[in-house]
DNA sequence: GAAAATAGTGAGTCGCCACTCACCTTGTCA
DNA sequence: TGACAAGGTGAGTGGCGACTCACTATTTTC
C-alpha cells in the first residue's frame, strides 16, 4: 500500500478556492484577454484555437482552465456584465438622476457595436451559457438608474423595467449592423428617449 | 463530325430562363417551404440535410437546385421581403395614414418571433448573401408610408427613414429574447411609437 | 415508344472545430 | 537542490456539416 496523498479533507469536502500555481494565473488572464478580444471582433463562432493563438499558449492550455467553450463565454461574459454593472452603480451614485439611465443607455449602445459576443449571448438567454446571477445584477442596477429618472420626472412613471431591458438589448443588436454611424446612433436613441419621457402635462398620452 | 445540337442560340446568348422540368418545379417548390420552415425554427444555422429530409428529397437535390447555402438563404429571403413588401404597399393603399406604419410595425416584430432568420439575415446585411433589390424595394414600401404617417402628423416631421429601419430591425431582434411575450411587445412599442409622435403643439422637444 | 435530355439519389470527400491525452516542463516546498 | 505535483503542449480523435459525382430514374421530344 502507498501512504495516501498529503491533503486531509477540511471541513467535510467542499469549498477549496485552491491557490494557482504563478503561470497558471498569468496564463489565464492572458486566456481571458484574449478570448475577449477574439469573440468581440469575430462573435461567439470564432474558434478556440484563434484564442490559444492570440494567447500565445497551446490549445490544451484554454481546455486545461476552461473545460468547454461554454465555460469560457461564460467567463468573459460574467467580467463584461460585472464591468457594465459597476458602471451603472457609479452612475446611480454619482451621476446626475435627470440623465443617469439615458447616458448608460448610449454607452451601452456605444460600445455594443464593437462587441458583439455580448450582445449576441444576452439576445440568446446563453443557449447553454450560464450567467447567474451576473444578469439580474445588471438588471438591478438598470432598475434602480430608471427609479431615479422617474422620481426625477424625466422617465414616463408607468415604463417598466423589462421594457427597458427589452430597448437596450434591442438597440444593442440594432449597432451591429453595417451603416450605423454616430449619426444614426443619435437620431434612433433620440427617438427611444422621446418615447420614456413623459408627455408633457396637461396631454394624455394617446394610445 | 457530329451535328450540333439543335438549339439555335436565340437573340445573343444570355436571357433564357429555362423552363423547367415538371418534377424539378415540383420539388423547388417543396424544398423552399421546407426552408423556410426549418430556417424560421433553428435559424440560419440550421443543416441543409434538415431542410431536405423536411423536403422530402434527397441532399443532392437540394444542392442541384441551390448550388450553396447561401443561394438557398438568399431565396428564401427574398420570398419573404417581397411578401413583406406587398404588405406595405397595401397598409400604404388602403389602410389608415394615421395607423399604417405603427400598423406594419407591429406586425412585423410579432411575426419576427417566429422566423429567426429573416431577423439574423437583415441584421447580418447579409454576409454574403446577395438580396439585391429586395431591402431597397422594403424600405421604398416603408418610406411612403412613412411620409404619409408625417402628412397625417403622427409622426414627428423630422424623423427620417433609416431611424425608422434601424428601430424597426432592433426591435424585430428585441422579439427573439425569451421573456417577449405579447404584453412586453405591446409595452416595448408603446415606447417606440411615443417617441415617433410629435411632441404635443406648444411644446419644444427637449434634446 | 425509344432516344436524349434533364433531374434525383446518397454514399463519400473534405475541412473545420471542439475536445483529449500521453508526455514534457516548470514552479513550489522542504 | 531535488522530488513531485501542477501546469503546458500539440498531434490526434470524432463528429458534423457543406458540397460532389457516378449512377439511376423520370420527363420530354420526335
Known amino acids: 500500500m502507498i501512504a495516501p496523498p498529503p491533503r486531509p479533507p477540511v471541513g467535510s469536502s467542499s469549498d477549496a478556492p485552491k491557490p494557482l500555481r504563478a503561470d497558471a494565473r498569468r496564463n489565464r488572464t492572458r486566456i481571458l484577454d484574449a478570448a475577449e478580444a477574439v ?32 465555460d469560457l463565454l461564460a467567463a468573459i461574459m460574467k467580467e463584461l ?44 438567454a446563453g ?19 430608471l427609479a431615479r429618472a422617474q422620481r426625477a420626472d424625466v422617465v414616463r412613471a408607468d415604463v417598466r423595467l423589462d421594457e427597458v431591458m427589452a430597448l437596450l438589448v434591442s438597440t444593442c443588436q440594432g449597432a451591429l449592423h453595417a451603416g450605423w454611424d454616430a449619426d444614426l446612433q443619435r437620431r434612433t436613441l433620440a427617438v427611444v428617449f422621446a418615447g420614456l419621457r413623459p408627455a408633457p402635462e396637461g396631454t394624455a398620452s394617446r394610445r
Not at 84 to 106: E, I, P, S
Open 81 to 124: 456584465l460585472r464591468r457594465l454593472t459597476d458602471d451603472v452603480r457609479t452612475l446611480d451614485n454619482d451621476g446626475d438622476a435627470a440623465t443617469g439611465l439615458f447616458t448608460f443607455f448610449a454607452r451601452m449602445v456605444a460600445e455594443s457595436a464593437a462587441k458583439r459576443t455580448v450582445v449576441q449571448l444576452l439576445a440568446d
Open 39 to 70: 469573440f468581440s471582433e469575430g462573435g461567439a463562432a470564432a474558434s478556440t484555437e484563434e484564442v490559444a493563438n492570440r494567447a500565445g499558449v497551446a490549445i490544451g492550455t484554454v481546455f486545461r482552465h476552461f473545460p468547454t467553450k461554454t
Open 127 to 145: 443557449v447553454g451559457v450560464d450567467l447567474g446571477d451576473s444578469v439580474r445584477a445588471l438588471q438591478e442596477a438598470v432598475g434602480a438608474l
